[in-house]
């Protein structure tokens, strides 16, 4: 081979074989720059971090409410969700501390839509460069209201143009088990919740907790978009999320069993309970009687609960995403979500608890 023919090799018989195309990606750093976060922001970011934070280590009796639509896809529904949940959640502030669910990545089990950064046009064209700005504009705007936001860390990247607006994060069922999930969360500045696996395992989400508290190096892109390894210095507020598996785990038998599995750990006995997905056996309306037995649990002097998570949009249930067809203003086109009139007894319904738990400690 001559040394022409080796400066022009081709490689495409063996690399890249099946990409169809390769676009350029915006550089973190770029839409930080564009949109920055305000002074007002940050310190709200800040504040509920550290406020959650005292929750999960017993110094606030206050219960983390994770509340919010299945996944965003309009944002003004969205913001319309926020105005609703802002007087709320400064009214209950004293036992409850409410950061609404602003989730923007949507794990499918086969195939489906992929959330609002990867398809935010809802039509298949991908155009994640602007998925991405339009999830950090939503964020900026939420918390500019006075709302710290909550969301799931999917992909490996996105962190990167989001995470500096969120308060509280969730590593889901699929991906708890991940080892690059838990590196990733050992270098996240907000506190983080790992959800058991689909099975009901807990055992899995204990040891994401104590991988996460742990140093990492590893590969990564950094705010100029440029390759890189970190070095983490690992976090110390993740928990545990009761999702449910084969069977509901919301019940105090399995608190109790989820706890059992957190002291032979050596780990804090607390965790969340998320009144959907398995626990719910995807029926949204169950999300109600879950947090009544949640509330039982709390005003019964259930301390180790520290939070629940509720799929809930301005409108029960949820819709089909069909080409063409237009879409009724907020309905979720993911999970079936429960409606805002059931959304506001069910907050005050743990508020309520909260209060009784405190009157009997007192």
């Known amino acids: 081979m001559t040394p022409q023919q080796a400066a022009t090799h081709d490689t495409t018989r063996v690399d890249d ?18 949109l920055p976060a305000s002074p007002e922001v940050e310190a709200l970011v800040e504040q509920a971090r550290a406020a959650i934070g005292r929750v999960l280590t017993g110094t606030d009796d206050r219960l983390v409410a994770v509340v919010g ?15 609703r949940l802002k007087p ?11 950061v609404m669910r602003v989730y923007f ?27 991405l700005r339009r999830a950090r504009e939503l964020l900026l705007e939420i918390s500019a209201l006075g709302l710290p936001a909550a969301t799931e860390f999917l992909d490996l990247l996105s ?12 590593i889901g069922a699929r991906t708890t088990e991940s080892q690059s999930h838990r590196q990733l ?3 996240l500045s907000c506190p983080v919740g790992f959800k058991n696996g689909t099975d009901g395992g807990v055992q899995v989400a204990a040891d994401a ?19 890189a390894i970190f070095e983490t210095r690992g976090n110390p507020h993740g928990h545990i999320i009761l999702r449910g598996g084969r069977t509901p785990n919301y019940d105090a038998a399995h ?20 009144c959907s997905h398995a626990n719910s056996a995807k029926q949204h309306r169950r999300q109600i009687d879950v947090a009544a037995d949640v509330a039982r649990q709390i005003s019964g002097g259930e301390q180790r609960i520290c939070g629940v998570m509720v799929e809930s949009h301005l409108h029960e249930g949820r819709q089909d995403l069909r080409p063409g067809q237009p879409l009724a203003a907020g309905v979720s086109i993911t999970d079936a979500c429960i409606g805002w009139h059931d959304t506001e007894p069910l907050l005050r319904g743990l508020a309520q608890a909260v209060r009784e738990r405190r009157a009997r400690a007192a």
């Not at 074989?17 to 564009?34: F, M, N």
């Not at 907790?209 to 390759?227: C, D, E, I, R």
């Open 255 to 274: 608190v109790e069993a989820a706890c059992a599995v957190l002291r032979k750990a050596g780990l804090r006995e607390q965790l969340m309970v998320d």
């Open 105 to 131: 990545e949507k794990p499918r089990t086969t195939v489906g839509w992929k959330g609002y950064i990867n398809d935010p046009r809802l039509d298949g064209s991908f155009r994640i460069n602007e998925g």
């Open 185 to 187: 969360a050992s270098g």
């Open 88 to 98: 709320l959640a400064d009214e209950l502030q004293g036992e409850l501390l409410v």
């Open 209 to 227: 907790l104590l991988a996460a508290a742990a140093p990492h190096s590893f590969m990564g892109m950094t705010k100029m978009g440029v390759a």
């Open 69 to 83: 639509p299945c996944s965003i896809h309009d944002h003004d529904a969205a913001i319309a969700y926020a105005r």
């Open 17 to 34: 074989v099946r990409i169809a195309a390769v676009r350029a990606l915006v550089a973190p750093a770029v839409l930080l720059e564009e």
């Open 159 to 170: 962190p990167q143009y989001i995470s500096d607006l969120v308060a509280w994060g969730a």
